[in-house]
């Protein structure tokens, strides 16, 4: 089982530029690939090694001096093969993302019979992997990351601190990160864990996430008892934040064109309302379990649900 952590960097202003030059440079090696396997795909797609297949046409070697893309070697001099590769896999990703829903509009498959074709994106959410040892490297206790960043004219090391971790990592493995470069830089890192075999316990808090009700909860015995039955709405939070969607929805209706930034306070009220009814419902969870002594908590699957 893979999750994700968000590892937040203190970085310096000039290494955040480093960081944005970076990622607008790998984004742009992703644009001009994403046209190669694009024309080439038919070929690629059969090919025994993918990769292998693209960098034939791109990458000069001893056995290859003269690929038929001579634009890579010329334009992005010097690009780390571990970042290339990942390109590749993302490209291949996206371009068969692509012609799987261009060729779904082909043969009709439409929300509306006026629908558009899809637009191809190759570089949407595109951030560059970074290879343990190749790219990132880590300090003993992970308080420190050493990233290799492009200043224009070379690939160098930097060094910077980590804000704050959680303990995942020390749970799993972890595997390649990316680096998310925004408003904030930080390190997107996955992190393999097992999970273990739950107990067998006498009681289990059963959580059933509702429309109408936020959250059910029953304590159900080993023998099939519900012991004990809970409903968690925190009706007073929800209508504060339902409050704050209808005014932006009245302010939305008395301009024809919404700009950029439109009610962003309203928008984040109402989002830290969520978190905090999200905080709150979990904590009276925890509690309600220990006071009925339920050893485990079940809940259905949250995949795709927001906060």
């Given at each position: 089982?893979?999750?994700?952590?968000?590892?937040?960097?203190?970085?310096?202003?000039?290494?955040?530029?480093?960081?944005?030059?970076?990622?607008?440079?790998?984004?742009?090696?992703?644009?001009?690939?994403?046209?190669?396997?694009?024309?080439?795909?038919?070929?690629?797609?059969?090919?025994?090694?993918?990769?292998?297949?693209?960098?034939?046409?791109?990458?000069?070697?001893?056995?290859?001096?003269?690929?038929?893309?001579?634009?890579?070697?010329?334009?992005?001099?010097?690009?780390?093969?571990?970042?290339?590769?990942?390109?590749?896999?993302?490209?291949?990703?996206?371009?068969?993302?692509?012609?799987?829903?261009?060729?779904?509009?082909?043969?009709?498959?439409?929300?509306?019979?006026?629908?558009?074709?899809?637009?191809?994106?190759?570089?949407?959410?595109?951030?560059?992997?970074?290879?343990?040892?190749?790219?990132?490297?880590?300090?003993?206790?992970?308080?420190?990351?050493?990233?290799?960043?492009?200043?224009?004219?070379?690939?160098?090391?930097?060094?910077?601190?980590?804000?704050?971790?959680?303990?995942?990592?020390?749970?799993?493995?972890?595997?390649?990160?990316?680096?998310?470069?925004?408003?904030?830089?930080?390190?997107?890192?996955?992190?393999?864990?097992?999970?273990?075999?739950?107990?067998?316990?006498?009681?289990?808090?059963?959580?059933?996430?509702?429309?109408?009700?936020?959250?059910?909860?029953?304590?159900?015995?080993?023998?099939?008892?519900?012991?004990?039955?809970?409903?968690?709405?925190?009706?007073?939070?929800?209508?504060?934040?339902?409050?704050?969607?209808?005014?932006?929805?009245?302010?939305?209706?008395?301009?024809?064109?919404?700009?950029?930034?439109?009610?962003?306070?309203?928008?984040?009220?109402?989002?830290h309302i969520n978190e905090q009814i999200a905080q709150l419902t979990s904590k009276h969870l925890v509690q309600y379990a220990l006071a009925h002594g339920a050893?485990?908590?079940?809940?259905?699957?949250?995949?795709?649900?927001?906060?």
């Amino acid at each position: 089982m893979i999750r994700t952590d968000k590892w937040p960097l203190q970085a310096t202003a000039h290494q955040h530029h480093l960081m944005r030059m970076t990622l607008a440079e790998y984004r742009a090696y992703c644009r001009a690939l994403s046209i190669v396997v694009l024309n080439n795909w038919p070929a690629l797609s059969k090919a025994p090694s993918f990769a292998a297949a693209v960098e034939r046409l791109i990458h000069p070697t001893a056995k290859n001096p003269k690929p038929r893309h001579s634009y890579f070697a010329r334009r992005f001099y010097k690009f780390p093969s571990y970042l290339r590769r990942a390109a590749i896999e993302f490209v291949k990703g996206q371009v068969s993302s692509y012609l799987t829903r261009y060729d779904a509009w082909l043969d009709g498959d439409r929300r509306r019979p006026d629908a558009k074709p899809p637009i191809f994106t190759p570089v949407s959410g595109c951030y560059p992997a970074m290879y343990r040892g190749q790219q990132i490297k880590f300090n003993d206790d992970f308080s420190q990351v050493s990233l290799k960043l492009w200043n224009g004219r070379e690939w160098l090391w930097h060094d910077m601190p980590i804000k704050s971790v959680r303990h995942r990592h020390l749970l799993g493995t972890i595997k390649s990160p990316s680096l998310v470069v925004a408003r904030r830089c930080y390190l997107s890192v996955p992190v393999e864990v097992k999970p273990e075999r739950l107990p067998m316990a006498d009681r289990v808090c059963a959580v059933d996430i509702g429309i109408n009700a936020l959250a059910t909860a029953s304590i159900v015995s080993s023998g099939g008892t519900v012991v004990a039955r809970r409903f968690f709405h925190p009706a007073a939070d929800i209508d504060r934040r339902n409050k704050r969607g209808l005014l932006i929805r009245r302010k939305a209706r008395k301009t024809a064109k919404l700009s950029k930034g439109f009610c962003a306070g309203l928008h984040r009220k109402a989002r830290h309302i969520n978190e905090q009814i999200a905080q709150l419902t979990s904590k009276h969870l925890v509690q309600y379990a220990l006071a009925h002594g339920a050893d485990v908590i079940v809940l259905e699957n949250l995949k795709g649900w927001r906060t």
